[in-house]
């Protein structure tokens, strides 16, 4: 890709990767390896000539006219250092040999997007549509139309008070966004109208597992949301929770859950505690598990501090959850998923590297998206 993808989703209809950037671009990909309707990038390249004119001269790569011969004084010098740079870097810069489209652009750091087919039932309009939802480091979510339209903007979601990490639209609602990020609190909106439905502050959930003194709550909290996933119900489940939720920054050792009472509204369900720090979620259909991965080299609620190799070798790095409602059918279900649980995290301790800026820069890079103040 031109620049690093940070963000990647498929089109409603699965044929199309989608994927944004970190200077805030996403691109369209054909998933089957079929050509756009455009030139494709090998086209282009391979092609010497321009309307059949086999002769027409070629141009040639920049080379700056001066040399080191000429130019005596170390600004110059400097100058044709940097000039000479630029010219190789140019004649290295590779191709895409593959299809690709830019659909649209955020002037900021693309942080997250999501596809979405909106059928005429929930639509103003009436009619059925694609939509392309981003969301950015300058707090904004935009509302833009599906491939070819994507240029088109329907709208924005404007609310949160500091960068916007994740954006999710549950199965079951797909009126709805849930959108969070570094002011710590969970928003719904109906995103087509770019109305706030709903804001959920989860430092009260936090403050009540560390017992914090309320005085405490506004220095000490710093919490950025880095997960937010659906699963809701399924073809051959009916689940008693519908989001779950995870944070980054002031790092918590849970993951909040949450279900949608009869008005569309979020009401908290649990925190399951875990032993350590919260990386990933990831909900199993054929059964009623959530698994998550943890960081078992650091105690929960921080990032300061790596445990010791003995420490960390006999704490967890996987973990389940039931979604049952009754104690029989959680216990069933955590049967099933504990050979699985025990295996990827026998696996994982084997291959898991001990260096603590390694994973600080993989696990526990939210806190970059925060800008600086004038105090910091």
């Known amino acids: 890709m031109p620049k690093r993808p940070c963000a990647i989703a498929l089109s409603p209809d699965d044929t199309t990767i989608l994927c944004g950037d970190k200077f805030g671009d996403v691109y369209s990909l054909p998933l089957d390896g079929t050509s756009y309707e455009t030139e494709s990038a090998d086209c282009k390249q391979s092609s010497p000539a321009v309307n059949g004119d086999a002769n027409e001269p070629q141009s040639k790569p920049f080379s700056p006219a001066a040399t080191p011969l000429t130019v005596h004084t170390k600004k110059n010098r400097e100058a044709l250092r940097n000039q000479q740079r630029q010219a190789r870097q140019k004649s290295e810069k590779d191709v895409l040999k593959f299809d690709h489209k830019v659909l649209l652009g955020h002037v900021s750091l693309l942080t997250d997007l999501v596809s979405v087919h909106l059928s005429g039932w929930y639509s103003h309009s009436g009619k059925a549509r694609d939509y392309i939802i981003t969301a950015d480091r300058d707090e904004h979510i935009r509302v833009s139309r599906g491939i070819p339209q994507s240029n088109i903007i329907e709208g924005y979601c404007l609310g949160h008070t500091d960068f916007v990490s994740k954006i999710c639209v549950p199965k079951q609602h797909p009126q709805l966004l849930l959108s969070g990020g570094g002011d710590g609190c969970l928003m719904v909106w109906d995103w087509l109208s770019g109305a706030l439905r709903q804001k959920v502050d989860l430092r009260q959930h936090v403050i009540q597992m560390r017992a914090l003194k309320a005085e405490e709550e506004e220095e000490d909290l710093n919490i950025a949301i880095s997960g937010i996933w659906d699963i ?62 943890l960081d078992n080299t650091r105690k929960g609620f921080t990032t300061a501090s790596v445990l010791s190799e003995d420490v960390i070798s006999n704490r967890p790095c996987m973990g389940a959850y039931s979604l ?46 925060r800008k600086k103040t004038q105090e910091d």
């Not at 955590?334 to 696990?363: C, H, Q, R, Y």
């Open 324 to 369: 049952a409602s009754t104690t029989e059918d959680r216990a069933k279900a955590k049967a099933k998923t504990m050979e699985l649980v025990s295996a990827m995290d026998k696996w994982a301790k084997e291959d898991a590297p001990f260096n603590g800026k390694e994973i600080d820069s993989w696990l526990y890079n939210l806190e970059t998206l």
């Open 232 to 293: 809701g119900p399924t073809e051959s489940h009916t689940r008693s929770v519908d989001m779950a939720v995870i944070c980054e920054a002031f790092v918590v050792p849970a993951i909040f859950l949450f279900v949608f009472n009869s008005q569309t509204e979020l009401e908290w369900v649990n925190s399951v505690e875990t032993t350590s720090n919260v990386i990933d979620v990831v909900v199993m259909d054929d059964s009623e598990n959530v698994l998550y991965s």
